[in-house]
């Protein structure tokens, strides 16, 4: 029998209503406002847009330049899901690489958040941090609320606190932040789905980000 939606299995809402769907989704608009635009139910904008970060996310980690390690990043993340560790006491770092002007980022726990405090209360002091030989293959750390950003000397082998501006690097925190402030606060649960939507629209604010969401539940529907 021929399904209903070729973008989604199971689904409720015909093909043309999802694709209103994605739309709005793809100006990043708020949940509340994709749900008054389509009629639908706040409930299942909820639902489908979980889904479709979901599949952001996977795209993102398919297009990640390195292999992704249990040893960098939080035991309980896995390359498809949000990292979900309820030890408050360990906060949420996140390693940015920066390749070819792309952004690519990655929950780790080998860099402690006490440390980047402690880099934070030094400002710019001469006092550092000496990097693991496993992260270095990164290029700044930041902060789970994208304030407070640290980059790596140009041998890779400290950690220093900066404000400087950095390019790219800087360009992306700074995008970051002001995304994640409107969902007035992120549980970690969801961090990671919201950080690879971060780093999906950053890297493809240049291209038609509607048509390809569309592309990714085409060729895999969501479920």
């Known amino acids: 029998m021929k399904r209903k939606n070729k973008y989604i299995y199971r689904s409720k809402i015909s093909e043309a209503k999802f694709r209103e769907f994605v739309k709005f989704f793809s100006l990043d608009l708020e949940a509340k406002r994709i749900a008054d635009l389509t009629h639908l139910n706040r409930n299942t904008v909820n639902r489908y847009s979980h889904l479709l970060r979901e599949r952001i996310a996977f795209y993102c980690n398919q297009e990640y330049p390195f292999q992704l390690t249990n040893q ?13 560790n309820t030890n408050n006491t360990h906060p949420l770092v996140v390693g ?8 690519f980022s990655e929950i780790i726990t080998s860099c402690t958040k006490d440390q980047l405090d402690q880099l934070a209360r030094n400002g710019f002091s001469q006092q550092c941090i ?3 030989l496993n992260l270095r293959r990164f290029h700044a750390f930041v902060d789970r609320s994208f304030k407070h950003l640290y980059l790596l000397d140009a041998n890779k082998k400290h950690l220093e606190y900066t404000c400087s501006k950095e390019n790219v690097i800087e360009s992306f925190t700074s995008f970051s932040r002001k995304r994640l402030l409107k969902f007035n606060g992120v549980s970690r649960s969801t961090f990671n789905l919201h950080l690879k939507e971060c780093e999906f629209r950053y890297n493809c604010k240049n291209e038609n980000t509607y048509q390809m969401m569309l592309k990714m539940c085409r060729g895999k529907p969501l479920n």
């Open 130 to 132: 000496e990097i693991n």
């Open 96 to 103: 940015i690489i920066n390749k070819n002007k792309k952004i």
């Open 72 to 84: 960098n990043i939080d035991s309980s993340y896995s390359p498809n899901q949000p990292a979900k």
